[in-house]
């Protein structure tokens, strides 16, 4: 009898290791793909900032920069961030290549979040010396700002700035102050009027503009709140 208990036990056990062997390889086999990606290339020197902040919001990214962008890899994704950086280098380094590679992932669905120098490149020039030829994903005009610290912003009713109030206090570093034309959505006002965020749609996608940065900056030391943590994910969720 000892003995028959015994196989039994033994037979018991063997299935109970093959059974969780397996569930570990559906595991392995079921990890989400990530559908953002973030512009890491020649001149986004704030690619960690963003990179930090998706970490703490629990979001899947990969980074991507100006060679992948041109080789079609944003096919993968859905959503391009574009952060802040060196604005002058952004479109020398993107090209004509890289830039027809930005539009046509917008056009056939994708979204473009940029930040800061995101935003300024998005427009039809960019507002550094030589004003060259942006992206045109928006109709904006970015009007050229100086400065770093903290500003206030006062929140219009929009997807983006759901459960938010009608203000709060952003991290803000050289950002443009947005003048808005044809379809654009305003979604956030600096006290002079114009705009610290905007929205578009550019064929079947979707276009976000932050002047500010929501995801602070980890060289000023100066981690996201959760408030702004919330205005990037409601941008990701639009």
Known sequence: MNRGWGVILSLLIALLVTSSSCRADLGRESIEVAEVTI?????????????????LLDI????????????GELEQFKFLIVPGGYTQEYMPALGEAGRKAIRNFVWE???????CGGTYIAAEMVEVPGRPQGLELI???????SGTGM????????????GLGS????????????VARGNVEG?????????AIVASSFGKGKVICFSPHPEGSISQGIKPKPETLK???NALEW
């Open 39 to 55: 512009y890491s290339g020649k001149g986004a020197v704030l690619f960690k900032d963003v990179a930090y902040a998706l970490d």
């Open 60 to 71: 899947k990214y990969k980074a991507v920069d100006e060679n992948d962008i041109k080789e």
């Open 109 to 115: 669905g994708g979204s473009y979040i940029g930040i």
């Open 139 to 145: 109709d904006i005009e970015n009007i050229r700002k």
């Open 151 to 162: 500003r206030k912003i006062y929140l219009d009713e929009h997807p983006v700035t759901q």
């Open 167 to 178: 203000e709060l206090e952003i991290y803000y570093q050289n950002g443009p102050e947005i």
């Open 187 to 195: 979604i956030a006002k600096y006290k002079s009027g114009r705009f």
């Open 231 to 233: 205005l990037l994910s």
